[in-house]
T-cell receptor, first 116, second 107 residues
Framework: GAGVSQSPRYKVAKRGQDVALRCDPI?????LFWYQQALGQGPEFLTY????????KSGLPSDRFFAERPEGSVSTLKIQRTQQEDSAVYLC??????????????FGDGTRLSIL | QQPVQSPQAVILREGEDAVINCSSS?????VHWYRQKHGEAPVFLMI?????EQKGHEKISASFNEKKQQSSLYLTASQLSYSGTYFC????????FGAGTRLTVKP
């Protein structure tokens, strides 16, 4: 596809379950970002990859959150032992930018995660 | 580390102008502007780089004051389609977004 693809679009899980969210970036995009967006707020940075290397994971809220991009393309954000405060929209963005900040980010439609 | 945006919300009539401001406490490599409509992904509008280069939308202009670490987005002759939430993002090795400015354009 031409854009960033995220799946699933919606995810409902019970508290304590593990979830995995997938991001398929635009082909050839070097950088990949994950964000968490609460209702009425701006996207909050979680983590950043350049190819397969995770260069910054300072935004991950706890050690229950884990992200990977093993082949420098598709990325997965995993949340273990989910809690109600994890409910949010998780956005993925990709960019041609090798780390200079001079290229736009292209966002997927997000995964809306609801923890019951 | 997050940039601060102002105002939080703006209501306009079609054809009116608006300015949205973004300020940062850190020196910036670049400032990005995005618009998000309800339930949709943020869409790129503009990038402002150190040195004055701009990349982006034809009908939207912006400024970037490197010394003051501030940027402003100028929306002129607003259209109904301009409604949405505008976010500035500041890049300093990673991207941090402001809380957003909700713009409503009424007929």
């Amino acid at each position: 596809g031409a854009g960033v693809s995220q799946s699933p679009r919606y995810k409902v899980a019970k508290r304590g379950q593990d979830v995995a969210l997938r991001c398929d970036p635009i082909s050839g995009h070097v950088s990949l970002f994950w964000y968490q967006q609460a209702l009425g707020q701006g996207p909050e940075f979680l983590t950043y990859f350049q190819n397969e290397a995770q260069l910054d994971k300072s935004g991950l809220p706890s050690d229950r959150f884990f992200a990977e991009r093993p082949e420098g393309s598709v990325s997965t954000l995993k949340i273990q032992r989910t809690q109600q405060e994890d409910s949010a929209v998780y956005l993925c963005a990709s960019s041609l930018d090798p780390g200079s900040g001079n290229q736009p980010q292209h966002f997927g439609d997000g995964t809306r995660l609801s923890i019951l | 580390q997050q940039p601060v945006q102002s105002p939080q919300a703006v209501i306009l009539r079609e054809g009116e102008d608006a300015v949205i401001n973004c300020s940062s406490s850190k020196a910036l490599y670049s400032v990005h502007w995005y618009r998000q409509k309800h339930g949709e992904a943020p869409v790129f509008l503009m990038i402002l780089l150190k040195g004055g280069e701009q990349k982006g939308h034809e009908k939207i202009s912006a400024s970037f004051n490197e010394k003051k670490q501030q940027s402003s987005l100028y929306l002129t002759a607003s259209q109904l389609s301009y409604s949405g939430t505008y976010f500035c993002g500041t890049f300093f090795g990673d991207m941090r977004f402001g809380a957003g400015t909700r713009l409503t354009v009424k007929p």
